[in-house]
């Protein structure tokens, strides 16, 4: 593009007193542009960080690869085993066995239902990631010294019961003992031994931990368990690993990758981000209508001034390319716009927390925002991309003016 071409597309989009509607359009047509753009980035850190908030709360609960059996019937009895073999497998940093096991809870207020999860515990036992969101307590502290088993509930589930740090809680067992008047079922004493908190609500309300040999003696199961938890240092190499697992595991036994476990609502999400996408990009639809609404009217407003440019010795590729530079000036200027608007609108939203959720029903209080700068390259370029469609039309018709009928009537 030559300072020929620039000077005279910056010209004619200057507002003079007969082009009023001719530059109220343009300004239209860059709020426009920049109204897309700061939607589409907004819309796409929702997404990310709805995204990134839920999968990092899942990992926290659900291992990278899970070893279960294929029909669950008495447990995983020879996990010692298996243990060593899978921890040699490439990209498996920690191989766990644990036991899930459904308990109700009775605080000094009400009683509810929960998970109890047994797993390892002493200084070389890998911690949970659960566990490292610890609000109180420690698990140095997890059997006291008269042999009372320690538990780690959840903060929201700590507070429906009615407990605190070191309160005495019962915990019922549904699988009871069998007794002439029928099963009844089992209690047992625990104390509270931590609370932690990840921030996803189905989490700090239902969970709860202990030693996978207390939770053996709850659930009345030998020394089995009923998962084994690999953790990997890439989380995306899961389904690489689950089929490595699979030739070591045995028939019996099946590996899920936290991709299958969550395979519903990584697909809703993955929904719900093409939708949004769909839905706002029609804005840069509308604005790009705008752009090449405004430069029919140029193109027809100029009509004499493009036959002196071209009687004067300007080129035909020269008027179209004014024209096209038209346009993208206009699209430049609502992306610089709308990005700023958009960056600046998701870090306040997402620092001061504005927008408000029921945690019961979308698992976490507030609407998260996670913004990345490859976002606003893509979305610049999607602005700027409709904007040079929109120019097509009208400067190719501007290029094709015959000098000598347009100035036959001036």
Known sequence: MSRFEWMVAVRYLRAKRKQTVISVITVISILGVAAGTGALIIAVAINNGFQS?????????????????????????????????????????AATPGLYGQIALKGPLVGAGAVLKGIPLGHRAPMQP????????????????????GIVLGSRLAEQTGVVLYSPVTVISYQGQLTPIGVVPSLFHFRVAGIFETGLYDLDSTWAFTSLPAAQHVLDLEDVVNTIELRLDNI???????????????????????????????????????????????????AALNI??????????????????????????????????????IGALGSAIGLTLGYTVTALFNHFRWLKLDEQIYSISYVPFQSHWVDGIWVAGLALLTSFFATLHPSRNAARIAPAEALRYE
């Not at 566990?131 to 042999?147: D, M, V």
């Not at 036959?307 to 004067?312: N, T, V």
């Open 292 to 329: 090449l609404v405004v430069l029919v009217m140029l193109v027809m407003e100029k009509h004499g001034d493009i036959a002196i440019l071209m009687s004067m010795g300007a080129r035909r590729r020269q008027i179209q390319r004014v024209f096209v530079l038209q346009g993208l000036i």
């Open 53 to 93: 908030t839920l999968q990092s709360s899942l990992l926290s609960a659900t291992a990278h690869v899970s070893i279960l059996e294929r029909n669950p019937v008495f447990g995983i009895d020879n996990w010692e085993r298996l243990l060593p073999k899978l921890r040699r497998l490439p990209h498996v940093v």
């Open 236 to 286: 995306f190499e899961a389904p690489k690993v689950a089929k490595q697992a699979e030739t070591i595991i045995g028939p019996k036994l099946i590996a899920l990758t936290w991709m299958d476990q969550n395979r519903s609502l990584l697909d809703a999400l993955k929904l719900e981000k093409t939708v949004s996408l769909i839905t706002v990009s029609l804005i840069e639809l509308v």
């Open 130 to 149: 659960m566990l490292q969101h610890l609000k109180a307590g420690s698990l140095e502290s997890f059997e006291s010294p008269h042999g009372v088993y």
